[in-house]
């Protein structure tokens, strides 16, 4: 039951982000957070938790009640902020101490029926967002490079890397689809997170046929790209210049900009008091004259949350990272560095995608340095999986 749950609230957020990456609209966002608290509530009422996770996840909801008293803004959108930032701790982390068979079944669910419904998804989104006699650059890609869209274009980005994840272990033809795809949208550092993971978790064990194929499969698609002129050229507009027709064409612009937005941050933490360095200023782009992202996460945590913050937000993810299956851990982890450098992962709702990496309880046991990570039980029940407590307790 919880299994066929979690599978189709991971695929509604996934039809919201394709469907809608833009704004959701209030019913979608209401329907969406009382899910994902209703799915967590009812896990912890089942399952209990551990005094760990309580007090992450105590933490993170007082950084919404900080910013709600703190932040000179509106309390709407600093409360819609929160809400796009700490659900998804919240939820992973409380929902990564399931049993081991919940992820094993939502894993095969997603890849037996989530694939095809996200590859349906992707079609509408790709013929609604294209004209209908564009040529394949320009339907996936539109004018992202001019900002126009370009925000919708890294939400499917994002989804497409992480869904794609659970697809490396299949046929080597989907994840080079998924390559192609993120190429195509023309989010660069989701394709390079992505090509990270996809490395990682290939040839972290060496296969000598899966290096073939990929390398056939890469000099084929070379070859295609450098047979036509007029394709290399669109295609070294749009990934290195992202079709800017407004800036010169120089390497000053390979960044997208990002060099200057850093910038521009690195002078507001300077200029910040100590109290709005501990504390943060809110998501100032949603009330400042500055309405970008920093493309950075450090910088949009330190901005928003302060130091304070920004430690217990990068904790919260240190431990729903490390609670990531072995197979899956690495690459995962991978692709989340890349974003949290490049563009900014924290803030993609996307990031509920990486319930389907998860170990399990069961594993847990492996895990080392994170402080309270004892499972909370009845006192009556607290020997019953350790039989060797048991005995020692009633010889005294």
């Known amino acids: 039951m919880l299994v066929n749950a979690l599978f189709l609230f991971l695929m509604f957020r996934c039809g919201a982000d ?11 966002v209401a329907l969406y957070v009382a899910v994902a608290l209703g799915l967590t509530a009812i896990k912890i009422a089942t399952s209990g938790t551990t005094r760990g996770d309580m007090a992450i996840g105590l933490a993170v909801c007082w950084l919404t009640i900080v910013n709600l008293l703190w932040v000179p803004a509106g309390a709407t959108p600093q409360l819609y902020f929160s809400v796009t930032v700490l659900l998804p701790i919240i939820f992973l982390l409380f929902l990564s101490r399931c049993e081991p068979s919940i992820f094993v079944g939502l894993r095969k669910r997603t890849l037996i029926f989530g694939t095809p419904v996200l590859c349906g998804l992707l079609l509408i989104f790709i013929f609604r967002e294209g004209e209908p006699e564009a040529d394949l650059l320009t339907k996936f890609g539109g004018n992202a490079g001019a900002g126009e869209g370009e925000q919708s274009y890294h939400v499917v980005a994002q ?67 450098l047979s036509n002129p007029e394709l290399v050229d669109a295609f070294l507009q749009r990934i290195l210049y992202r079709d800017r027709v407004f800036f010169e064409q120089d390497t000053s612009n390979l960044m997208s900009g990002r060099d200057e937005i ?64 072995p197979d899956y851990r690495m690459p995962c982890a991978a692709l ?27 594993q847990q046991k492996e895990l080392s340095g994170i402080p309270g990570d004892e499972v909370i039980k009845r006192r009556g029940l607290l020997h019953a999986d350790d039989p060797d407590a048991a005995i020692q307790s009633d010889t005294r």
């Open 262 to 325: 850093w910038r521009y941050y690195g002078h507001m933490l300077e200029n910040s008091s100590l109290l709005e360095l501990l504390f943060g200023r809110g998501a100032i782009w949603l009330y400042g004259s500055f309405p970008y992202l920093a493309h950075n996460d450090l910088l949009n945590l330190m901005i928003c949350y302060g130091l304070a913050g920004t430690t217990a937000v990068l904790y919260a993810w240190y431990v729903i990272l490390s609670r990531l299956h």
């Open 159 to 225: 989804t497409i890397a992480k869904f794609s994840i659970l697809l490396i272990n299949q046929w080597i033809g989907l994840p080079i689809i998924a390559l192609v795809l993120l190429a195509a949208l023309n989010v660069r550092s989701a394709l390079l997170g992505f090509l990270l993971a996809f490395l990682i978790k290939k040839y972290s064990t060496f296969n000598l046929r899966a290096f073939l194929v990929t390398l056939a499969v890469s000099v084929v698609a070379i070859a295609v790209v």
């Open 18 to 28: 394709i469907l809608s990456p833009g704004e959701k609209g209030t019913a979608v």
């Open 336 to 362: 989340f560095l890349v974003l949290f450098s490049t563009n900014g992962v924290v803030f993609h709702q996307s990031n509920l995608l990486f319930l389907l990496f998860m170990a399990g309880k069961a």
